[in-house]
């Protein structure tokens, strides 16, 4: 078989781009022609004489047959490849007859062993070989260029060393003249297109890219665009508005290394920039709730509860003392509600800059801490599972489920945590949930316990949500409770390493250990 053109007829930079190559070509020879060889090797050629084409082991750059009749042609795979075929007549054939049976070159029989005339058609076919290969290879770069810039729904640009404009995306400009050579501020005569003239300089000057920059747009009735580099309409330029876009920049190299110009892309990120603010002020909000509750609900709590316990010092007869009593357990169910109202209130907000934690370690904390004075023993089994998460929050998920459990199991309950592919679980040995219940299990106001809020696992689905995180109740094993937390999207979650209990994602050992009883 022939091998590839694309590697027999150019050569591999060193960056895997395909260029022509300077040696002398490789040439397979068919036939009976000690003659033609010897031309051959005298034109430089390094020349492969086989009586026929299977039996080539090497790669070539050219195929040379030397035959009687073009027929020969017929039945040798290179003619229907793209390895160029040159057909030396070893008798009365003429050129049409081997052109149209397949051949790129022909050489007649008076010239078979003529070295000038070999290496002019051996060295021209090939050539054209490899021009042919190279203009279809800058054909697809230019056709996958202009599909980027005439498709891609983003303000893509690139400059050249001046800072004027070489091309623009259509997909986002309709007038893409206006800005062909010439710079932002001779598109955009404004005092701020300086500022993009100074970053596209130090960019080329120094050869370090631009990443992720925020920028402002300016806007009028006609058009808006960035103070630096984004147009959406066209018009004069008057007042800043509350959009945004995101731009990169990295210098454009040619061939030798040598910064040229820079290509630029430019995203709109008013949306993202709104709803981060809107996150801002409900979180302030909360904040603000929070602080309302601390203060206005605690402190008249405080005064009846100090004065319950004066007239509680004063009071002998039994009964009243039992509604005392009364009293005094509806105060304690009140101070958890606005515990519980305060925690519900925080955990809901979204979590922005998670630190990469370990989940037993986390798991051992929060049930050293909410598991005190109990027979509970907490299994952990997550191995090497790491999550990105807000600590205090994640202790906060761990104590909440602990404390359920020993609440409606009993203290003698037994906790385990352990690893799954795209998450963690904790689950107990109880009698578990219903499953006409696991709908219901996170909403507020569930709970089995008569003097419960209601609020623990509301707070747990809260924290998991704020983290990108679903919750979710099953049965375990062993009949009891098992919640579920995994990442909303699986491919880019924020879990790493997990995978069986005995064995981490990646074949790492799992830690297990007890704690407590």
């Not at 229907?80 to 070893?90: I, K, R």
Request: charged share 30%; with cysteine.
């Amino acid at each position: 078989m022939a091998p590839d053109r694309e590697r027999s007829a150019r050569a591999e930079d060193d960056d895997g781009s395909l260029s022509p190559s300077d040696a002398d070509p490789a040439v397979l020879l068919v036939g009976d022609a000690d003659e033609t060889a010897a031309a051959l090797r005298e034109s430089g050629f390094a020349v492969t004489p086989v009586a026929a084409e299977t039996e080539a082991t090497t790669e070539f750059d050219c195929l040379v047959v030397v035959a009687d009749s073009a027929a020969a042609l017929s039945d040798l795979d290179s003619v229907h490849s793209a390895v160029p075929v040159v057909f030396v007549a070893a008798g009365e054939t003429d050129a049409a007859a081997a052109f149209e049976a397949g051949a790129d070159e022909f050489v007649p029989a008076a010239n078979a062993a003529d070295p000038t005339v070999l290496d002019a058609r051996v060295r021209g076919v090939v050539a054209r070989a490899t021009n042919a290969l190279l203009e279809a290879d800058l054909a697809r770069e230019r056709s996958l260029l202009d599909a980027i810039f005439e498709t891609v729904p983003a303000h893509l640009y690139v400059k050249d060393r001046e800072g004027r404009h070489v091309r623009v995306s259509e997909a986002y400009v309709d007038d893409t003249e206006r800005f062909l050579g010439k710079t932002d501020y001779e598109v955009f005569p404004h005092e701020s297109s300086r500022e993009t003239y100074e970053d596209d300089v130090r960019i080329m000057e120094t050869g370090d890219p631009l990443f992720d920059q925020e920028e402002p747009i300016i806007s009028s009735d006609t058009h808006k665009f960035s103070l630096r580099h984004l147009l959406e309409e066209h018009g004069d330029v008057e007042t800043a508005t509350g959009n945004w876009v995101l731009t990169s920049k990295v210098p454009w190299r040619d061939e030798d290394g040598t910064v040229v110009g820079l290509v630029g892309f430019t995203v709109d990120i008013s949306e993202q920039k709104a709803q981060r603010k809107r996150l801002e002020r409900q979180n302030e909000r909360l904040e603000e709730f929070a602080g309302i509750v601390s203060h206005d609900l605690r402190s008249p709590l405080n005064v009846a509860q100090g004065y319950l316990e004066l007239l509680a010092e004063s009071v002998d007869d039994a009964d009243a003392r039992a509604n005392l009593e009364r009293v005094e357990q509806a105060h304690r169910r009140m101070a958890r509600l606005i515990e519980d109202v305060l925690s519900l209130a925080r955990q809901g907000t979204i979590v922005d800059s998670p630190d990469s934690t370990h989940v037993g370690d986390a798991a051992t904390h929060a049930w050293q801490t909410a598991v005190t004075g109990s027979r509970a023993t907490l299994r952990v089994e997550t191995g090497d599972l790491t999550v990105e998460a807000d600590v205090g929050r994640l202790y906060d998920l761990f104590g909440n489920l602990f404390a359920n459990a020993v609440e409606h199991v009993g203290d003698d309950v037994t906790v385990r945590v352990g690893a799954l592919e795209d998450g963690f679980f904790v689950e107990d040995d109880g009698p578990g949930i219903p499953a006409e219940d696991r709908d219901t299990v996170f909403e507020t106001g569930y709970s089995t316990d008569p003097d419960g809020t209601g609020f623990g696992l509301a707070i747990v689905r809260r924290i998991a949500e704020a983290h990108g995180w679903t919750a979710s109740v099953t049965e375990a094993v062993s009949g009891g409770a098992r919640f579920e937390f995994r990442a909303e999207s699986h491919s880019n979650g924020p879990f790493e390493d997990a995978g069986d209990p005995r064995a981490g994602r990646y074949g790492s050992a799992a830690r297990s250990e007890d704690v407590g009883r």
